[in-house]
């Protein structure tokens, strides 16, 4: 099973609602991931955990925080988000950060739509 | 500056054709290189390649990596609808443990 779930699959929100992103995986991977993907653009890398702590925060604008309560949930809180930050969010996972034998499994992403 | 370039950038076929597509690097730390397919939504994890020469098989795609060019190819025989998407290369760099990604290229199979 190499399945990463995420809800909601659509979000609409306005500017000062404070809403949650979540991400779910059971493959036992170590590693989550969350991206970014405007339209007919490459994903963008925010942030990265590895053992349940943050190892990488790609400057993400603090209105994005981050949280990894255990090993197999990633959530991403939102609070008086932009327009220009409507986007997909995917998440991904893999078995462990830095290996050589890293193969990260995308989410099927959440279409955030802030008004 | 780490790059990853791919092309072309979009590619039109009909049922039955073969397609190559192109994905170039400048990566300081070359860890491993990887192809995904991404219809509607998330990609979707094709192949990984970390050894020059060997080819990966899944069906009728297919991928190979030139470590001395850099460079990989991405090879799709007897294409079909169900093949339309865009393929991204994604290249992981091992200073930053990142996955650099090529802008993609898009595909449409026509009947």
């Known amino acids: 099973d190499t399945e990463v779930t995420q809800t909601p699959k659509h979000l609409v929100m306005g500017m000062t609602n404070k809403k949650s992103l979540k991400c779910e995986q059971h493959m036992g991977h170590r590693a989550m991931y969350w991206y970014k993907q405007k339209a007919k653009k490459p994903p963008e890398l925010m942030f990265v955990y590895s053992y349940e702590k943050l190892s990488i925060n790609e400057s993400v604008p603090s209105r994005f925080s981050p949280e990894c309560p255990n090993s197999s949930l990633l959530n991403l809180h939102l609070h008086a988000l932009q327009p220009e930050d409507s986007a997909l969010y995917l998440c991904?996972?893999?078995?462990?950060?830095?290996?050589?034998?890293?193969?990260?499994?995308f989410g099927p992403g959440t279409r955030l739509t802030v008004l | 500056e780490d790059k990853v370039v791919q092309s072309p950038l979009s590619l039109v076929v009909h049922e039955g054709d073969t397609v190559t597509l192109n994905c170039s690097y400048e990566?300081?730390?070359?860890?491993?290189l990887l192809w995904y397919k991404q219809e509607k939504k998330a990609p979707t994890f094709l192949f990984m390649l970390?050894?020059?020469?060997i080819e990966k098989k899944s069906g009728r795609l297919s991928s190979i990596l030139d470590k001395k060019e850099l460079f990989s190819i991405l090879n799709i025989t007897a294409t079909q609808t169900g093949d339309s998407a865009i393929y991204l290369c994604a290249v992981e760099e091992g200073n930053t443990d990142k996955l650099i990604f090529g802008t993609g290229t898009r595909l449409q199979v026509f009947p």
């Open positions: 991904a996972s893999s078995q462990v950060h830095s290996s050589l034998t890293d193969t990260q499994y």
């Open positions: 990566v300081t730390n070359f860890r491993s």
């Open positions: 970390t050894s020059s020469g």
